[in-house]
């Protein structure tokens, strides 16, 4: 995954150093669809790794605490963290179709609006799914553990896995569900500035959207996730 990530790294700069090196229609398509995959493959592999945290990795510790994954790569690309990996994809098609109509007008205004208010919507529809997978996934709920002052190891922590576990935090404290919906609140907000060709309000709501996202994840996710 680290050597995907790095060379989509390394073809982006390369896409915007070489694309207008010669005038071939053929050598332009061809870079414009790496600058493409290169901008989408980090966003879903990202995404895709939050879901496995709710998904669970196989792995084990060694002697030292060195934590090693045992799994394969195809078993990383899950459904459900495909379907992350897509809600990231939504969520970053949104802000750049937002960015670019700011400075953009007529047909091309017209056509990123068009973009980011169905990017909007595909990430409410994806976010309220992964909300309700989640609900009825099994997750982990930490029951145990060595008290305050004493050195932690994670093989000290006492944990069981039940259905709706992922949400004993909201449960918890109430008023965390603000966090999801802040993140709903601001897609449906981009999807209406949009609509209304405010480009920049939009993307500060699409700003909020992405917090809501990364901050109910990071909710449900406390403590395994620090």
């Given at each position: ?48 790794a939050i879901g496995n945290l709710f998904r669970g990795v196989p792995f084990h510790f060694e002697w030292n605490m060195t934590s090693f994954y045992t799994g394969r790569f195809l078993g990383l690309l899950n459904p459900f963290a495909i379907m992350t990996g897509v ?140």
């Amino acid at each position: 995954v680290m050597l995907l990530l790095l060379w989509t790294m390394i073809v982006r700069p390369l896409g915007f150093e070489y694309r207008s090196q010669m005038a071939h229609a053929a050598w332009r398509e061809a870079w414009d669809w790496a600058l493409f995959v290169s901008g989408a493959v980090p966003m879903i592999v990202f995404g895709a790794a939050i879901g496995n945290l709710f998904r669970g990795v196989p792995f084990h510790f060694e002697w030292n605490m060195t934590s090693f994954y045992t799994g394969r790569f195809l078993g990383l690309l899950n459904p459900f963290a495909i379907m992350t990996g897509v809600l990231s994809l939504a969520l970053a098609v949104m802000m750049g179709s937002l960015t670019v109509m700011n400075g953009a007008e007529g047909a091309m205004f017209r056509r990123a609006r068009g973009l980011a208010q169905a990017a909007a919507a595909a990430a409410i529809v994806l976010f309220v799914s992964g909300g309700l997978w989640v609900h009825a996934m099994p997750g982990y709920r930490l029951v145990g553990g060595p008290g305050a002052g004493v050195p932690q190891t994670p093989l000290q922590q006492t944990v069981v896995t039940a259905p709706g576990a992922w949400l004993t935090n909201f449960g918890v404290h109430p008023l965390l569900w603000l966090v999801p919906a802040a993140g709903l609140a601001g897609m449906a907000g981009a999807w209406l500035a949009a609509r209304a060709g405010r480009s920049h309000l939009g993307w500060w709501l699409g700003a909020v959207a992405w917090s809501g996202v990364i901050g109910s994840a990071g909710a449900a996710l406390f403590p395994f996730m620090l």
